[in-house]
């Protein structure tokens, strides 16, 4: 079955950054493309960016493209997700999601908290 | 970029009842793209409707998406208890940023 298995919660103090994994299984990881969402307590999904997996190339939403760095590793069918210069803002849960346009499947989640 | 705004905010509705559910795009999806998903607390979100109107794999028949170009509706036939929840819609039109609505809560009465 299709899983997307995501690394755990982190705790980051404000200026630093976090990488995200997120392991996928159960079916050719090159095929689908690769989201990362995330969403603030209480609060909607804000869309990140998206990775394709075969070649790696990357889009990013306007408002993370100069901190969200997407990356994989086709050898594990692991993508990752690096976010630089956290802010308080920046606490949410973030998600990895498979999909080009909408997302079937959606990995677990990873809070990650900045505070000082 | 492309702006969702869904309507209601919130939606307090009974079980049984019938559930409609509004997604405004700012712009024309010509081809439709746009999906629907519900999510429920602690949970990551789950695929309803895709192509505006076409079920995902395993999702009750009570559940249907319809509309084209700007405006679409999810609709809840007949409520059931684990229906209430968060949705939200997503548009993919071509390329990204792939922007969601920001979510409609049901609740219940």
Request: with cysteine.
């Amino acid at each position: 079955q299709v899983q997307l298995v995501q690394s755990g919660a982190e705790v980051k103090r404000p200026g630093a950054s976090v990488k995200i994994s997120c392991k996928a299984s159960g079916y050719t990881f090159a095929i689908y493309y690769l989201h990362w969402v995330r969403q603030a307590p209480g609060q909607g999904l804000e869309w990140m960016g998206i990775i394709n997996p075969s070649g790696g190339s990357t889009t990013y939403s306007e408002k993370f493209q100069d901190r969200v760095t997407l990356t994989r590793d086709a050898s594990t069918s692991t993508v990752y997700m690096e976010l630089s210069s956290l802010g308080p803002e920046d606490t949410a849960v973030y998600y990895c999601a498979r999909g080009t346009g909408y997302s079937d499947y959606w990995g677990q989640g990873t809070l990650v908290t900045v505070s000082s | 970029e492309i702006v969702l705004t869904q309507s209601p905010g919130t939606l307090s509705l009974s079980p049984g009842e019938r559930a409609t559910l509004s997604c405004r795009a700012s712009q024309s999806l010509g081809s439709s793209f746009l999906a629907w998903y519900q999510q429920k607390p602690g949970q990551p979100p789950r695929l309803l409707i895709y192509g505006a109107s076409s079920r995902a794999a395993g999702i009750p028949d009570r559940f249907s998406g319809s509309g084209s170009g700007t405006d679409f509706t999810l609709t809840i036939s007949r409520l059931e208890p684990e229906d209430f929840a968060l949705y939200y819609c997503q548009q993919y039109e071509t390329s990204p940023p792939f922007s969601f609505g920001q979510g409609t809560k049901l609740e219940i009465k």
